[in-house]
């Protein structure tokens, strides 16, 4: 089974008496531990689809599977509990809670979504803050921290559920071309270390080609797919 099995897949806005066709029947499957990066242009459709792929929104019509939960047909809390238990986010503006230390941002979700006690989630932040190299900075505020750091932290912080699947919509974006290499490397890592199935968007061509599955986007249709995997 494919972690992410999309058929048919179309999302249309509706703006007063204008409609906008976003996505065009798509259709993909996307395999448990890879690393996919959706690329395309600015109104091509990647924020749409990775919304929905997160759940944050529902499809026009047709069907959107995750680890084979037909996810479309949720109620809206169902779908807020799914994406506390099984995936993570990784955002362009980082959305650190900026009155929070590093090691508080990441310990959130866990007293937010699964009502974790003891000890063994603490090692774990302690743990991921020193996968994503800012063990030392545990104790700063986001504003004490450079775009790069933050962005680690917010890496662990999707990570500390443990969820099968990372979404991140332009994690890279907001950063320079050299961070943003090093943090889809990270993120890689992570992958490897963790099995986590990662999605990202990028327009960014230095990192586009760190991806093992790459989608191209154009106008809503999947106008490529390349696999860049060793067979
Ligand atoms: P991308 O992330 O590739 O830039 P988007 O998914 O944001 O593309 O947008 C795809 C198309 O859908 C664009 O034409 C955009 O203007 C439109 N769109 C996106 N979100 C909305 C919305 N909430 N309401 C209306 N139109 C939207
Ligand atoms: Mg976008």
């Known amino acids: 089974m494919s972690l992410v099995e999309i058929k ?4 249309t806005y509706q703006m007063g008496e204008v409609s906008i066709s976003a996505l065009k029947d798509i259709s993909l499957d996307i395999e448990e531990g890879t690393f996919v990066s959706i690329v395309g242009p600015s109104g091509s459709g990647k924020s749409t689809l990775l919304n929905l792929i997160g ?3 529902l499809p026009t019509s047709g069907s959107i599977k995750i680890s084979g939960e037909e996810v479309g047909k949720l109620s809206r809390k169902e779908r807020a509990d799914f994406r506390g238990k099984h995936l993570g986010f990784v955002f362009q503006n980082f959305n650190l809670i900026p009155v929070l230390t590093v090691y508080e941002n990441v310990e959130y979700p866990v007293l937010m979504v699964k009502n974790e006690s003891g000890a063994a989630y ?3 932040i302690t743990a991921l803050l020193d996968a994503v190299g800012v063990l030392d900075q545990q104790s700063k505020r986001p504003d004490q921290i450079s775009g790069g750091q933050m962005q680690r932290v917010a890496v662990a912080r999707a990570l500390i559920t443990q969820p099968k699947l990372v979404i991140a919509d332009e994690p890279t974006a907001n950063l320079d071309h050299d961070t943003a290499y090093k943090i889809i490397n990270l993120m ?4 490897d270390q963790f099995n986590t199935t990662f ?13 093992e599955i790459i989608y191209t986007l154009e106008d809503g249709k999947i106008q490529n797919r390349e696999d860049r995997r060793a067979k």
């Open 122 to 124: 603490k090692e774990r």
């Open 55 to 57: 759940s944050l929104d």
């Open 199 to 211: 999605i990202f968007s990028t327009h960014d061509p230095k990192v586009i080609g760190e991806a």
């Open 188 to 191: 890689k890592k992570m992958k």
């Open 8 to 11: 048919n897949l179309t999302k």
